[in-house]
């Protein structure tokens, strides 16, 4: 696609230097006014090639401005024309030279159209597209993109829920997360080394896979320095959510009004529901923090505090859920040792206590003195 675009840009700027060569409208003495040491074809041609260029950049810089933006500038320009050309008839009987009243009305107007420009791309966010009809409404564009954030790449879940149908639309990847994926990937420190190389293969992970439509955004926001911010601004120029488990980046998203797809948050949702008083089996995993305590994890990374585990270390048992927490970070789950097996026992000592016959210490012998007749 990019080599494409690059030979349809190349391409108008030759038709354009081309044309320029052929017409060649400036004449001999216009280039001897300005000095010009070039033929007239020669001039025309570097004239139109120029301008060639110079349009191509102004495209590259259009493109990046959101539908909003694009509309509030040429309404704002619009607006601005309109109200030079008022002031020009105002202008016109005025007995000033026809140069003057010329150059008046030419500055007027483009002062008018270039202020109305740079205010109505201001205020364009403002603008409702619903309101102007379905073709300019930008709803489904939200449901186009999902930027990913440098943190989710790395944590690697992304992958496991791409694959598994739950990010529709088109997985965006912008060039500026790919520069600093590769310089944590080559970083001196041997455990933020890993963590890019990890990053880099996720990323190869997804791009291998047919039924996931993945995209590199080549755009980047030179003016904005951090790659969170840039993220942001790419947000919201595409109206499209951003996928992170980033906790900062969640809370200034939200602050400036862009969408987020917290990965953490779709896991704390998916973690199954226990209730207290119900009976689970964990394996006590190790020493709890306070006094007699075991600790255990489910399959999801939940932690499960144990009460009256310390000795079950290294076993499987039955506990009963006593309560569950909520915190920023997860859920925990507390519970104690099933008492019913451990009661079963204790009645069964009990039972074999009682039946065995209760021994009777042995009398110690009377001594008897012989009587004498």
């Known amino acids: 696609m990019r080599s494409d675009v690059f030979i349809i840009r190349f391409v108008f700027i030759l038709l354009l230097f081309l044309v320029g060569y052929w017409v060649h409208p400036f004449s001999d003495s216009v280039l001897g006014q300005v000095g ?27 493109r990046r401005a959101s539908l909003k933006t694009l509309i509030g500038a ?49 205020k364009g966010d403002y603008i409702d597209l619903s309101a102007l009809g379905g073709i300019l409404s930008e709803k489904g564009s939200k449901t186009s993109y999902r930027i990913l954030d440098t943190s989710v790449i790395i944590d690697g879940r992304v992958a496991d829920i791409a694959e598994a149908g739950f990010m529709g639309g088109t997985i965006l990847i912008p060039q500026f997360v790919l520069r600093e994926l590769q310089q944590i990937a080559d970083s001196s420190d041997s455990a933020k080394r890993n963590r890019g190389r990890r990053g880099l293969d996720i990323l190869q992970r997804i791009q291998k896979n047919s039924n996931l439509d993945v995209q590199i955004y080549e755009a980047d926001f030179p003016q904005v320095k951090e790659v969170d911010l840039k993220l942001i601004e790419l947000g919201k120029q595409l109206n499209a959510p951003i996928v992170t488990n980033d906790f900062n980046l969640n809370k200034v998203a939200h602050l400036r009004g862009v969408e987020v797809l917290n990965i953490n948050e779709l896991a704390n949702a998916l973690k199954p529901v226990v209730l207290p008083g119900e009976v689970m089996r964990v394996f006590i995993l190790k020493e709890g923090k306070e006094y007699n305590q075991g600790v255990a994890y489910l399959d999801d990374g939940t932690m499960v505090v144990v009460d009256n585990a310390r000795r079950q270390i290294g076993k499987t048992v039955d506990i009963v859920v006593t309560s569950v927490l909520q915190t920023t970070a997860g859920k925990m789950i507390f519970g104690r040792v099933e008492d019913g097996r451990s009661d079963a026992r204790n009645d069964g000592r009990n039972d074999l206590k009682e039946k065995q016959p209760r021994q009777v210490p042995p009398m110690p012998p009377v001594e008897t003195t012989p009587t004498v007749d």
């Open 36 to 62: 010009l040491p070039l033929s007239p074809r020669w001039a025309s041609a570097l004239f139109s090639g120029l301008l060639g260029v110079g349009t191509i950049f102004f495209e590259l810089r259009i």
């Open 74 to 122: 040429a309404i704002g320009s619009i607006l601005g024309i309109a109200g030079a050309a008022l002031i020009g008839t105002l202008l016109n009987p005025q007995p000033w030279d026809q140069p003057v009243k010329s150059f008046t009305i030419i500055c007027l107007t483009m002062f008018m159209a270039y202020t109305g420009l740079l205010v109505g791309a201001a």
